[in-house]
């Protein structure tokens, strides 16, 4: 079992820029890829940022360029940070682990970009 828990999450004014954690209860090093996946209200969660074990990223279009993904295997955590907000980048915000096949899901935390 991988447990995943989520904190940074808040309120800021469109601009600023809020950096989420994540932090994962098993050695992260060889974890083939994680994620950060968004859902706002009444929507799909969808991808925002994937890095894998090798260091290849990718990006939602809507967040290229503003946000960045980061690791630190020793910490056993994953970063997202997001710069620029928009009142559009409104969600929870998910990490995500695929491990042996399996995705393991943290609690997610609020992000709230007020106009």
């Known amino acids: 079992q991988v447990q995943l828990v989520e904190s940074g999450g808040g309120l800021v004014q469109a601009g600023g820029s809020l950096r989420l954690s994540c932090v994962v209860s098993?050695?992260?090093?060889?974890?083939?890829?994680m994620g950060w996946y968004r859902q706002a209200l009444g929507k799909q969660r969808e991808l925002v940022a994937r890095l894998t074990s090798s260091g290849n990223t990718n990006y939602a279009d809507s967040v290229k360029g503003r946000f960045t993904i980061s690791r630190d295997n020793a910490k056993n955590t994953v970063y997202l940070q997001m710069n620029s907000l928009k009142p559009e980048d409104t969600a929870v915000y998910y990490c995500?682990?695929?491990?042996?096949?399996?995705?393991?899901w943290g609690q997610g935390t609020q992000v709230t970009v007020s106009s």
């Open positions: 098993r050695s992260i090093f060889s974890i083939y890829a």
């Open positions: 995500k682990a695929f491990v042996f096949s399996t995705d393991y």
